[in-house]
């Protein structure tokens, strides 16, 4: 094994040039040598470097089973250097060519992780959130027997947990605003999409609210009485009640 080679950008090893490996040109070299100095790389922490070494060895080397091996530490290496785009497509890349390979279910939770990462908090937009139940959710279809179904259930709660956050934060905003129409549609989806999270008593909750401000007293009664037979024991359902035989004593669930 050869421990270093000398870089076309200038450098005299492979350690020289930026710490991420880009703009960095590599003589040819044997398949072996190559993919070894880009595992080396990786695990002693230059994961940018290491990406790049392991996109090296698929373009010198394509046709060799050292690629397929490549294409994948590639993905990983740029997942661990936190350069989740180029580990989605890395990732998704192998999976193109080599849909049928024993790693397919790694490649899969990889991209997955890569969007999980990613997630940011509620108060902001959460289309990567939705990216990652999406790909969770086929890890967990595709592939329901690994150890990485396992994590991608654990997974899949945290994530519909906070995509039914957001849509609370919305329904309230909009109900603080007088849309109580708006509301509404936001509070049943949580109802009917993220029934298992956390949020679901409050939304049965705004949900009687929205409908007493609506002028459906029965549809009101009917939230309440749902919140009451699944989370009897709630706060929610303790202020539902109250507010229902306060704004709505006379009314029955239609």
């Known amino acids: ?33 190559l993919y070894s100095e880009a595992k080396r790389r990786l695990e002693g922490g230059n994961t940018k470097l290491a990406a790049a070494l392991f996109d090296e060895v698929e373009r010198q080397h394509p046709y060799s089973p050292w690629a397929r091996r490549a294409q994948l530490m590639s993905a990983f290496s ?31 939770y990889l991209i997955a992780l890569s969007y999980y990462e990613q997630i940011s908090d509620v108060q902001r937009d ?19 027997q690994s150890e990485y179904a396992a994590d991608a259930r654990l997974k ?12 609370m934060e919305i329904g309230r905003y909009y109900q603080r605003s007088g849309r109580w129409l ?11 999409n993220f029934q298992t999270t956390s949020h679901a008593p409050e939304a049965l909750y705004r949900l009687t609210e929205s409908s ?12 309440a009485a749902v ?18 035989q306060d704004e709505a004593p006379g009314a029955t669930a239609g």
């Not at 939705?130 to 959710?137: G, I, K, N, P, S």
């Not at 899949?156 to 849509?167: I, M, P, R, W, Y």
């Not at 919140?227 to 229902?244: H, R």
């Open 126 to 144: 959460q289309k990567i959130t939705e990216q990652a139940r999406v790909a969770l959710t086929e890890v967990n279809r595709r592939f329901p």
């Open 227 to 244: 919140l009451g037979a699944n989370y009897p024991g709630s706060e929610w359902y303790d202020k539902a009640y109250d507010l229902v």
């Open 1 to 33: 094994m050869v421990a270093g080679s000398t870089l076309l950008s200038g450098c005299a090893a492979f350690g020289g040039g930026g710490d991420d490996g880009t703009d960095t040109a590599y003589v040819a070299r044997d398949v072996e040598s």
């Open 156 to 167: 899949l709660d945290l994530v519909n947990d906070h995509l039914a956050g957001k849509e």
């Open 78 to 108: 740029y997942y661990s250097a936190r350069d989740y785009n180029k580990a989605v497509a890395s990732a998704q890349r192998f999976l193109s060519i080599h849909p049928g390979n024993k790693d397919a279910p790694y490649a899969y």
């Open 182 to 192: 708006a509301a509404q549609i936001r509070f049943q989806n949580v109802v009917d």
């Open 212 to 223: 007493l401000a609506l002028g459906i007293p029965q549809e009101a009664v009917k939230y």
